[in-house]
C-alpha cells in the first residue's frame, strides 16, 4: 500500500485505544482488550462479533505521531506495557498473527531502545516478544532467548519475571531450564497470582511432583482474586500442568485439581473420563488407565476440526501457531448460527473421525469431561451411529440417583412459534392442572429451581450466548420484560439429594467456551451438577425441532433417564418426516398434539443441524 493510501486516525484514537487495552489486561478483561485492540489496527471502533479490515501500518503512528512520540517521551514505559499487553493478547488469543508478524522487528527495536533504562518493563516486554516468536515458530526466538539470558539487570523484579520467562518452553530444552524453574519459585513472591501459579506449577512438573507442591497449588487458586481469574475462563496458565497428568496417567492430581477450580469436594465419581482431544494423541484417562490412540495427525485433524466447526457454525476460533483462517465464509448478521444450506453432516463427520467415536472405550465411561473443554457434538453423534453415549461431566460431581416419581413444573415462553402445541401436549400428558408459567419473573424462576418440589423443569424460551463477550451478556430470553441473566443460573442449585432433571430447551443453552476451567462458562453449565442434569442445543436451532424434542424427551423421561430419554426422541427425530408422525402417533392419544402439529409442517428434522445439537450435562 502506497503512504498516499494510508489512511491514520487521530492521535488521539491510538492513544485512547492503548489505554484502553493496558488497563482491561490489567483487570483481566480478556474481551475488552481485543476490542481495544483491533479498534486499534482497524483504525475504527470495533463491535465484537464483526470483522475488521486490520492494517500493520497503524502500528506506525507510535513512531509517525508528534503527539504521541511527545506523550510516549514524558511516560515511555506506557509504550512498553502497551508492547507487552499487544503481544500477550496476541499470542494467548491467537489473534492476527500476519499483523503481528509485520509488526514484530519494529516493536523490538522499540524494546531494545527503551529497556535499559526501564528494566521491568523492558523484560516483561521482551519476553512477550520472545514467547509469540516461539509459538509461531519463527526465526528471532533464539537470539532473543539468549540476549534475555546475557542482560545484566539488577532491579530484583526484573531477575525474577527473568527466571520465569526462562522457565517456560522456550528454554526448555536448555541446560539451565530447571535452574531457572527454582529461581522462579524462590522468586514467586515478587508476581502477579496467576505468574505465582506459573511458578508453582513449573516446579511441581520438572522439580517436585508431591503432593505438598499441588496443595500448595491448590491453596493459591482458591484464593478471592485467583477464584475471580478462573471463573473468568481465564485459565491458559494452566495448560502445561494439564498436559503434564495426560503424558503422566495421573488421574487423580488432575481430577483433584479440575476439582478446586469448581470448589466442590474431590469425591470419585465412578466411570469417568478425561478426554484431551486438542493434544498431539488423542486420549482418554480414567481413574485405572488411559487409552492414547495413533498419535499420528491428531493435532491436524484438530485444526480442521475447528476449521470446519468455524465455517459451518458461523463462529470463529482461532489457534495458536496457525496462520488466520480466511474469514470470507463470516456473517456477522448470522454470527453463531448455522449456515442456512448445509445439514451438518461434514461436521457430524469429522466429529466421529476425530474422537473415534465407533471405538469401545466409549461404551466403557458412564461421564467424560472434555479437559479444555470444547462443545463438540460427541453424545449426538455418537446416537448417530445407534451407540449410547456418555454424560458429558461438567460438575465434576458423583451423579444422584433419580426419584421414585417425578414432580414436573413448566415454564414457557409466550412468543415462541410453538407455545401452543407446547401447552396443549403438556396438558395432555400431565393433565389441565400442569404447573405450567408463562413469562416467569426472574423471582419465580429461582423459586422454582431453589424449591426441591420439582424433580423436572422444562424450559422454553430463546437462548443469548456471546461467542465473543466475557458471559455478562448470556441470558434466557421469555420476553422483552422477562429476562434471566446468566450469572442467576449459578444460584439455581438443589440442595435434594435426589436428581432433578432440566430439559434447557433454548438455542446455544448447551454453549461452553474453551477453557482449562472445563465447563465454567454456559447456561446449561452453569446449572449442571451431581443432583442437577441437563440436556439443551450447542447452537441455535429451528422451533419445530426444538419443540419436538423437548416434548419427546418429557414423553420418554416417566420412564428412562434424562440422556436416554434424549437418546430416544433422537432416534424418533432421526427419520423421515411420515415415519416421524407414525412414531409419534404410536406412542399414545396424548401425543397427539404434537403429531397434528408435525402434520402441518414442511421440514426436514432429521438433519444433523437439528438432531446434532443436543448434548447433556451433569
Known amino acids: ?30 474481551p475488552a482488550v481485543g476490542v481495544a485492540v483491533f479498534s486499534f489496527f482497524s483504525g475504527t471502533e470495533y463491535r465484537p462479533g464483526t470483522t475488521a479490515n486490520l492494517e500493520s501500518y497503524h502500528f506506525m503512528c507510535v513512531i509517525r505521531s508528534d503527539e504521541l512520540s511527545s506523550f510516549i517521551r514524558v511516560q515511555p514505559t506506557f509504550l512498553l506495557k502497551w508492547i507487552q499487553t499487544l503481544f500477550h493478547y496476541c499470542r494467548s488469543m491467537a489473534a492476527m498473527p500476519e499483523i503481528i508478524e509485520t509488526v514484530w522487528p519494529v516493536a523490538a527495536r522499540i524494546v531494545d531502545a ?7 518493563e523492558g523484560m516483561l516486554a521482551s519476553s512477550q516478544l520472545a514467547t509469540w516468536d516461539y509459538f509461531y515458530g519463527k526465526a528471532n526466538h533464539p537470539r532473543y532467548l539468549e540476549g ?12 525474577a519475571y527473568r527466571n520465569l520467562f526462562c522457565s517456560t518452553a ?18 514467586k513472591d515478587f508476581y502477579t497470582h496467576e505468574n505465582q501459579a506459573i511458578a508453582i506449577l513449573n516446579y511441581y512438573c520438572h522439580i517436585e511432583e508431591s503432593e505438598e507442591i499441588l496443595d500448595e497449588l491448590l491453596r493459591l487458586i482458591k484464593t478471592e482474586d485467583m477464584k475471580v481469574l478462573t471463573k473468568s475462563g481465564n485459565c491458559d496458565f494452566l495448560k502445561g500442568i494439564i498436559a503434564h497428568f495426560y503424558d503422566h496417567n ?6 483433584k485439581l479440575l476439582s478446586s477450580l469448581k470448589n466442590v469436594a474431590p469425591n470419585a465419581i465412578p466411570g469417568h473420563g478425561f478426554v484431551l482431544s486438542n493434544g498431539q494423541i488423542l486420549t482418554v484417562m480414567t481413574a485405572s488407565s488411559r487409552i492414547n490412540f495413533p498419535a499420528e495427525g491428531n493435532y491436524p485433524s484438530y485444526e480442521r476440526l475447528i476449521k470446519i466447526r468455524n465455517q459451518l457454525l458461523n463462529v470463529y476460533v482461532s489457534l495458536l501457531g496457525t496462520p488466520s483462517q480466511d474469514a470470507r ?52 453423534a455418537r446416537f448417530g451411529l445407534g451407540k449410547n453415549a456418555p454424560w458429558i461431566s461438567a460438575s465434576l460431581e458423583v451423579m444422584a440417583d433419580d426419584p421414585e416419581e417425578h414432580s414436573f413444573v413448566f415454564m414457557l415462553a409466550s412468543h415462541t412459534h410453538t407455545v401452543n402445541v407446547e401447552q396443549a401436549f403438556i396438558r395432555a400428558h400431565f393433565g389441565t392442572s400442569a404447573e405450567i408459567y408463562i ?85 446449561a453449565a452453569s446449572i449442571a451438577r ?39 426422541a433422537f432416534a424418533t427425530l432421526n427419520q423421515e418426516k411420515d415415519s416421524i408422525i407414525q412414531t409419534v402417533r404410536s406412542l399414545g392419544a396424548d401425543c397427539d398434539a404434537l403429531s397434528e402439529y408435525l402434520e402441518k409442517t414442511e421440514f426436514k428434522m432429521n438433519a444433523f443441524k437439528n438432531i446434532g445439537s443436543i448434548a447433556a450435562y451433569s
Open 250 to 255: 495421573d488421574y487423580q492430581p488432575l481430577f
Open 148 to 159: 534475555i539470558k546475557k542482560w545484566e539487570v539488577t532491579h530484583p523484579k526484573a531477575i
Open 439 to 523: 413469562d416467569p419473573s426472574v423471582e419465580t424462576f429461582t423459586e422454582i429451581f431453589k424449591s426441591e418440589r420439582h424433580s423436572v423443569i422444562y424450559i422454553s424460551a430463546h437462548g443469548m450466548y456471546n461467542h465473543w463477550g466475557s458471559g455478562k451478556e448470556d441470558h434466557i430470553l421469555f420476553s422483552d420484560e422477562c429476562i434471566i441473566p446468566g450469572n442467576v443460573l449459578h444460584s439455581c442449585i438443589p440442595k435434594s439429594p435426589y436428581a432433578r432433571n432440566v430439559i434447557l430447551n433454548i438455542c446455544n443453552g448447551a454453549t461452553v467456551e474453551i477453557s482449562c476451567n472445563p465447563y465454567s462458562r454456559g447456561l
Open 329 to 380: 465464509f463470516f456473517d456477522a448478521d448470522r454470527s453463531g448460527t448455522p449456515a442456512v444450506d448445509d445439514d451438518l453432516s461434514s461436521y457430524r463427520d469429522i466429529v466421529i473421525e476425530h474422537f473415534r467415536l465407533n471405538n469401545d472405550i466409549y461404551d466403557e465411561v458412564n461421564s467424560i469431561t472434555l479437559a479444555p473443554s470444547h462443545d463438540f457434538p460427541i453424545q449426538a
Open 530 to 568: 451431581g443432583n442437577q442434569r441437563v440436556v439443551s442445543h450447542l447452537w441455535p436451532v429451528n422451533p419445530i425441532y426444538a419443540a419436538s424434542f423437548g416434548l419427546l424427551v418429557l414423553h420418554y423421561l416417566r420412564e428412562r433417564d434424562l440422556l436416554d430419554a434424549s437418546r430416544e
Open 1 to 30: 500500500m502506497d503512504e498516499a493510501e494510508l489512511s491514520y486516525q487521530s492521535s488521539e484514537f491510538y492513544l485512547r485505544h492503548m489505554s484502553d487495552a493496558i488497563e482491561a489486561s490489567q483487570s483481566g478483561d480478556t
Open 114 to 120: 527503551l529497556k535499559g533504562h526501564f528494566e521491568v
Open 170 to 187: 522456550i528454554n526448555r530444552d536448555s541446560p539451565d531450564f530447571k535452574d531457572y524453574v527454582q529461581g522462579c519459585y524462590l522468586t
